[in-house]
């Protein structure tokens, strides 16, 4: 028996007011339907049918290197006629578990729970309490069975009154559900074929229905506006900041944080306000972030300090290494162990060797610099001649001067010294003092310029 997960993500999202389809409007940097894709493959899922219409190649550009069937519905006619779409996918034995492109916080613990509950040969539904339940359908029991779903227009004045609603994903039996689906009729309220009427089929069938729920309404609420969307996104990043704090970490203010991939924390982690974390991100025991740093697919060493306004991408910051406030480490710049890099300094493609220093105003690109070296301020890789790019290396207790312009490729020596503003183009020896600037001339007698009236 397979697991064949069914995403309908067909409609516009007029009420979004925009040319991107509704599912791909982005929670924590990612589409939603790209969530809820994730969470199918989470919950262990054998194939998966995405239901499209509106925006396909806007849809195939975003989603199209994953392993998706991709199913056209040409015309957008209710929940039932999208599931019919994928049919001719869909095999007997099959276990259908039918999800939403615009529900993207449903979790893999709730659809497991929901799988549970399913009969052998019957289906199972996850439904949801609501204080509210104005424009949900309900769920009808008799005695305490399911035995339909009736929809907000075409509920009467008792119905309405049912706090039970339907969330729309359920788990039903492959077999049954062609032949359900099949049997459908558009004579509604709304003109459409609803899925849900598939309910009222089962019980007339004598097919067992269960239901589970999830633990917060919020997992199953859906985007149709871009109110709605930012809704979902402080409840994503809530639920986010609230793992993090478990693992380990401390934040100033939960509220403050975006998170908009996977961070993994170390003990006594300490997160100041306004932080972003984008990508893949590590942090070791004991490290401190900044107020308004931005991590973007980087590796944070044990007690590493990022000051605050750091931008640290595709990096690595060693141990007991810090950064900022207002550094920029750009892709493959390494700090090692005990390095610094302060205010206004900028790194690309550079190691920074165990112990360094480059305190502030400088850029080092395509550098490689030993252990115990300082860097002056104001001090500037040459790396790139227009064309090509080439490397600086510089020696383990080699002192730079401030505003040196060191051009590419170059290399200074172990314990070598530059004088502040040389601009340095060939090789300075180990233990030797390099300087070169123009000869300093004082005028006597200089009148300087006066305003022309």
């Not at 009808?140 to 075409?154: C, M, P, S």
């Not at 550098?367 to 790139?384: L, R």
Request: aromatic content about 4%; charged content about 20%.
């Amino acid at each position: 028996m397979a697991l064949n997960v069914v995403i309908l993500a067909a409609g516009k999202g007029t009420r979004m007011r925009s040319d991107l389809p509704k599912v791909l409007h982005p929670i924590a940097h990612k589409s939603m339907v790209q969530h809820v894709i994730d969470t199918a493959h989470a919950v262990g899922s054998d194939a998966i049918q995405l239901v499209y219409g509106y925006g396909a190649q806007k849809l195939q550009a975003a989603l199209g290197e994953q392993e998706l069937n991709w199913v056209l519905q040409a015309e957008q006619l209710g929940t039932g006629h999208a599931v019919a779409q994928a049919n001719d996918n869909i095999q007997d034995d099959d276990t259908v578990l039918i999800l939403y492109g615009d529900v993207p916080l449903i979790q893999a613990a709730t659809l497991n729970a929901l799988l549970e509950a399913k009969p052998a040969n019957g289906l199972a539904i996850l439904t949801v309490n609501l204080d509210n339940p104005m424009g949900y359908g309900r769920i009808v029991r008799d005695n305490g069975a399911v035995v339909g779903i009736v929809e907000q227009k075409d509920a009467n004045a008792e119905q309405l009154l049912i706090q039970e609603v339907n969330t729309g994903i359920m788990a039903v039996p492959g077999k049954q559900l062609k032949h359900w689906l099949s049997q459908l009729s558009s004579d509604n309220a709304q003109g459409e074929y609803y899925l849900t009427d598939i309910i009222a089929m089962a019980n007339a069938d004598g097919v067992e229905i269960t239901t589970a729920q999830p633990e917060s309404a919020i997992e199953v609420e859906g985007a149709n506006n871009r109110v709605q969307l930012a809704q979902l996104e402080r409840a994503y990043q809530a639920r986010a900041a609230e793992k993090l704090m478990l693992e380990g970490a401390n934040l100033r203010d939960p509220s403050r944080i975006d998170i908009r991939g996977d961070v993994a924390v170390g003990m006594d982690v300490m997160i100041d306000v306004n932080v972003v974390f984008e990508g893949t991100v590590t942090l070791g025991n004991n490290v401190t972030i900044g107020a308004g740093a931005i991590l973007i697919d980087c590796e944070i060493a044990d007690n590493a300090v990022i000051k605050p306004y750091s931008i640290i991408e595709n990096a690595i910051v060693g141990e007991d290494a810090s950064a900022g406030p207002f550094a920029r480490l750009r892709p493959g710049a390494e700090l090692k162990q005990d390095a610094h890099v302060g205010n206004f300094v900028e790194m690309k493609k550079s190691v920074l060797g165990k112990g360094s220093k480059a305190g502030h105003l400088t850029y080092l690109g395509d550098a490689i610099v030993g252990e115990k070296a300082n860097i002056g301020a104001g001090t500037i890789t040459c790396n790139y001649d227009g064309v090509n790019k080439s490397v600086t290396q510089i020696g383990d207790g080699a002192f730079i001067g401030s505003n040196s312009s060191l051009v590419a490729p170059v290399s200074i020596g172990n314990q070598a010294t530059t004088g502040a503003g040389s601009v340095i183009t060939t090789k300075v020896e180990e233990g030797q003092l390099s300087v070169a600037r123009a000869k300093q001339r004082n005028l006597s007698g200089w009148k300087r310029p006066v305003k022309k009236s």
